[in-house]
C-alpha cells in the first residue's frame, strides 16, 4: 500500500477562497482522522470518521470549516472562506480500528491563506 | 478531558548520551500509545506502539514503556546520534470503539555532534 495519500501538498490561496484538502486513507482502515498543525498550537485534532461516519467534530475551529467522507476511501477538508489565521499544515491520518494497531499519516498540506 | 502532555519541550545533549523523553495522560483509560518522529517540514513517521496488553517495547537503540495507573509514558534513546535530532511526539488512542487519537504536545531533541 502506498500509505495515506493527501493532496495537494502545498496551497496557497486568497483571503475569501474555497480551499478543499483530499485524503486517501490506507486500504481496509476504517478510521480517519484530521488533524492542523501550527508553532503555536502543536497538533490540533479536528475532526474523526469511524466507518465513514463522523464520531466528534469538536475540534472544528469554526462552521467555516467542514469535513466529509464519502466513502471508505475517500476524505476532504473544506474551508469556506479561509482566512490568513487558517495557514497551517494540514495532517490526515488513518488506522484499523479493532485491532491494537498503528495510526498512519499522510505527508500533509501546508496551506498559506494570504 | 483527555490531555497528554510532554516534558521537556526542548532538549538538548551531546552525542553518545542516553536520554528519556516523557509523555504524561489524564486518562488512564488509554487504549495505547504510540511514539512518532516528525523531522522539519515533514509528517510524522510511527516509531513505536505499546498495545494494550504490553508494558514495553523496543527497536533499536529505542524503548518505550507505558504505565496506565500512573499516567506516564517514557522514551528511551541509547547512545543518541545527530541524526536523532527531530521533534517526538505521542499519541494516545482512547476507545476501542470510538478510536480518539489524542497528541502531546511534543518535545524538540538537538543532539550536539
Known amino acids: 500500500d502506498a500509505g495515506v495519500i493527501q493532496s495537494p501538498r502545498h496551497e496557497v490561496t486568497e483571503m475569501g477562497q474555497e480551499v478543499t484538502l483530499r485524503c486517501k486513507p490506507i486500504s481496509g482502515h476504517n478510521s480517519l482522522f484530521w488533524y492542523r498543525q501550527t508553532m503555536m498550537r502543536g497538533l490540533e485534532l479536528l475532526i474523526y470518521f469511524n466507518n465513514n461516519v463522523p464520531i466528534d467534530d469538536s475540534g472544528m475551529p469554526e462552521d467555516r470549516f467542514s469535513a466529509k467522507m464519502p466513502n471508505a476511501s475517500f476524505s476532504t477538508l473544506k474551508i469556506q472562506p479561509s482566512e490568513p489565521r487558517d495557514s497551517a499544515v494540514y495532517f490526515c491520518a488513518s488506522l484499523f480500528g479493532p485491532e491494537d494497531t498503528e495510526a498512519f499519516f499522510g505527508q500533509g498540506t501546508r496551506l498559506t491563506v494570504v | 478531558k483527555q490531555e497528554v502532555t510532554q516534558i521537556p519541550a526542548a532538549l538538548s545533549v551531546p552525542e553518545g548520551e542516553n536520554l528519556v523523553l516523557n509523555c504524561s495522560f489524564t486518562?488512564?483509560?488509554?487504549?495505547?500509545l504510540q511514539w512518532f518522529r516528525q523531522d522539519p517540514g515533514k509528517g510524522l513517521t510511527s516509531l513505536l506502539l505499546i498495545q494494550s496488553s504490553q508494558r514495553e517495547q523496543t527497536s533499536g537503540r529505542l524503548n518505550a514503556s507505558l504505565d496506565k495507573s500512573s499516567g506516564r509514558s517514557t522514551l528511551y534513546i541509547a547512545a543518541s546520534q545527530p541524526g536523532d535530532s527531530a521533534t517526538y511526539l505521542c499519541a494516545g488512542r482512547y476507545g476501542g470503539a470510538t478510536n480518539k487519537l489524542i497528541f502531546g504536545t511534543g518535545t524538540l531533541l538537538a543532539v550536539q555532534p
Open positions: 486518562d488512564s483509560a488509554i487504549y495505547n
